[in-house]
């Protein structure tokens, strides 16, 4: 009967601790998720974006192709392809915290703001700043997954770790003790010995 409660605690505490395993803790390690390169690309980098920061054309570029559910939106240039991808190496970027690594040199890119719930465009904005991304091992490659906004306009680090390409980093996966992890073992002693 003790191993089955055990069982069942630990099941649960593996259940619970998903989120533990969402995200990674540090860039250019495996993903999780093996569509995030795909999805990132298709939100970031599309072709046809409108050249200029006309609203009406902005409009009906997002309508036309998907995005009316995001209130905000970025779009790289898709010359800066090479570039952008470049941030997840040690060339391209240095770590920022948890699995964000952020540009040596700013990129510039628009920013799209819209109401939410519609395609009605509040403001267009071209901006120039170091982008900061979450970088994961897909196929043996380092590649973004997530632009993450930069408001503040931070820059790099100068003392910070580059960012790596999987080719020149161990690419094991970390195990990180948190609270959750300490409260399940508690819990499967209590039940064991009582």
Known sequence: MAALRAFFILAVCLLFSHQTFAKNEAPCLRSK????????????????????LNQNEWEKYIRNNGG????????????????????????????HKENLCISRKPFTFVTVRSEPGT???????????HLILA????????????????????????NAKACQDPRIKDLAPTFKMTWLWLLCGLLLHIFITY
């Open 33 to 52: 998720w093996n569509n995030g390169y795909n999805t990132f690309f298709k939100r970031h980098i599309r072709s046809g974006t409108p050249t200029s």
């Open 135 to 158: 970088c994961e091992v897909l196929d043996n490659q380092c590649l973004p997954v997530h632009f993450e906004g930069n408001p503040d306009n931070l820059k790099p680090n100068n």
């Open 68 to 95: 009316c559910d995001r209130p905000t939106q970025s779009f790289l240039h898709p010359k800066d392809l090479d570039r952008v991808k470049g941030v997840c190496t040690s060339k391209g970027g240095v770590t």
């Open 119 to 129: 395609c009605g465009i509040r403001s267009i904005r071209e901006e120039t700043k």
